[in-house]
């Protein structure tokens, strides 16, 4: 019963979270609504018993959701609103609200006729981490290492795109800067 | 047990963790104003009852009393909800926390964890990162360029202290073999000798430094550093809202000291003649004792100063760590 009254609990937060994410115009609204959300999202995981993915939603959601905060702070007044250029909201409404009921419809139907059953089932006395771990590194061992390798070609991308003037202290230049103004 | 009697003992534990942890919040706050002034060469609070110890009792009056100022320009449900965010999830983390061992009352045994589920660690480590949410938010909806500021440096924060805190956790870990804060606990049973910070001293000082920054306490206390940015996240509020923060702050500090002493330093086992109730809540004292001492004797860092340590000198470290515990483990 009460698994029932926490399930619904948490859609309606999750639906409503994410419609703020949609709807509102304050950037610093959208955000926090998305960090509720994704938040909210690791309720499902815990009632499934999937603790382990449900404290890793968390974990990860912070971080990821923390650097769009920054990158919010640094293109917009948080406190504003922002003024959205939609020429064709009509068609932009239709399209979105079309792919979405693909996504439903095509996550809906296995579960409707009932063809959905579990390839790895849980194995009683193996915990959550470690049923994680087997499923990786049998079946799903190949995604798992070239994700890894993508992951870190990414990086190390990311290092030199950033990484020119990397021994280069801004705060100390910042200081040296004044004070050569400061004697002119 | 039935779903009522579970639901009604689950509630019970609930409220005593809540009551006894922000009495001793308050209470923590007198403790830190005394060790400073005695470091410091002062009296510190001394006027209001023996030896100022009903100081908590006139603040918690000031801030109850106070009346909640919501300046003009905020972007008001977000600077309401941002305190709360940071005090529910220092008390959300405690429920995973085993806080003492199993003892018997009136015939009943009480297990003193709210849940006990098998992420333990992973699950207070996580909802104390999104702890972090309070100050972000406090600082970008509060309209004002030191609050600002403050949110900025809680993301660099957190960007920079995250990665460090898990990887040192991770070493220990691999020796137990478990996430589940009870197995970390049973797994150092073995007295003294046992403890995991003889295996595991790199990590352990890691995980202090990280947690330093995780609370954000003196060396890091960037995001509220009043020379700088006068109060950084929290400038703009007052009253309760102001002393929820700081009830979040002390909490989660209590919470570091409880997984520190139950990750590294042997937990709630039974020390020599010392009974284990006790024995892990001098180690809690003493850990929230050395949280004030480095207050008194270190100065702040800058923001650049604390990434710069964070990235290049506590990740490789930690890094390094991983794998030659990995090594030993596979010899």
């Known amino acids: 019963m009460i698994e029932t009254i926490a399930f619904y609990t948490f859609s309606a937060v999750t639906i409503v979270m994410f419609w703020i994410v949609v709807s509102s115009k304050n950037a610093l609204y959208s955000m926090s609504a998305l960090a509720a959300g994704m938040i909210t999202i690791s309720g499902f995981f815990f009632l499934l018993d999937a603790d382990f993915l449900g404290v890793v939603q968390i974990i990860v959601y912070t971080g990821a959701v923390m650097a769009l905060y920054a990158f919010g702070m640094m293109f917009f007044d948080t406190t504003r609103e922002v003024k959205e250029n939609i020429r064709a909201p009509k068609l932009v409404f239709l399209l979105s609200g079309l792919t979405a009921l693909i996504l439903v419809i095509a996550f809906a139907a296995p579960m409707v006729s009932d063809h959905i059953k579990a390839f790895y089932p849980m194995v009683e006395g193996v915990q959550n981490p470690q049923a994680v771990g087997i499923v990786l590194f049998t079946k799903y061992l190949v995604p798992f290492e070239v994700a890894a390798v993508m992951l870190l070609v990414a990086m190390i991308a990311g290092i030199i795109l950033a990484g020119k003037k990397m021994d280069e202290s801004l705060t100390l230049k910042i200081e040296e800067e004044f004070q050569e103004k400061g004697s002119k | ?331």
């Open chain 2, 1 to 331: 047990m039935t779903f009522s009697e579970f639901a009604i003992a689950t509630i019970i534990k609930i409220l005593v963790i809540l009551g006894v942890i922000s009495a001793m919040a308050g209470f923590g706050t007198y403790l830190e104003r005394k060790v400073l002034a005695f470091m410091q060469r002062r009296l510190g609070p001394m006027h209001v009852g023996p030896y100022g110890l009903l100081q908590v009792l006139a603040d918690g009056i000031k801030l109850f009393t106070k009346e909640d100022i919501v300046p003009q320009n905020t972007v008001k449900p977000i600077f309401m909800i941002a305190p709360i965010i940071s005090a529910a999830t220092a008390f959300i983390a405690l429920a995973a926390v085993p806080l003492l061992p199993e003892f018997t009352v009136f015939g009943i045994t009480v297990h003193p964890i709210v849940a006990d589920i098998n992420v333990g660690i992973l699950f207070v480590l996580g909802l104390m990162a999104s702890g972090l949410f309070g100050p972000l938010l406090a600082g970008m909806a509060s309209a004002n360029k030191w609050g600002l500021l403050g949110a900025a440096r809680t993301v660099i924060q957190l960007l920079s202290y995250e990665v460090v805190t898990g990887l040192s956790i991770l070493a220990p870990l691999m020796l137990v073999g478990s996430l589940s804060l009870i197995d970390i606990n049973n797994y150092q049973a073995g007295g003294f000798a046992e403890w995991i910070v003889w295996k595991q001293p790199v990590a352990f000082v890691l995980f202090l430094i990280a947690g330093f920054a995780e609370t954000n306490r003196t060396p890091f206390d960037l995001l509220e550093h009043e020379a700088e940015i006068v109060s950084g996240y929290a400038t703009e509020y007052s009253g309760m809202r102001w002393g929820m923060f700081f009830i979040g702050e002390y909490a989660n500090m209590i919470t570091l000291g409880f997984l520190a002493s139950l990750v590294f330093l042997g937990g709630f086992n039974d020390w020599g003649f010392i009974p284990g109730g006790l024995a892990i809540i001098l180690k809690v004292s003493f850990i929230f004792f050395f949280f004030l001492w480095t207050r008194a004797a270190w100065p702040h860092v800058r923001p650049d100063q604390l990434m710069w340590l964070c990235w290049k000198v506590l990740m490789p470290i930690a890094v390094l760590n991983v794998v030659v515990t990995g090594f030993v483990l596979m010899m």
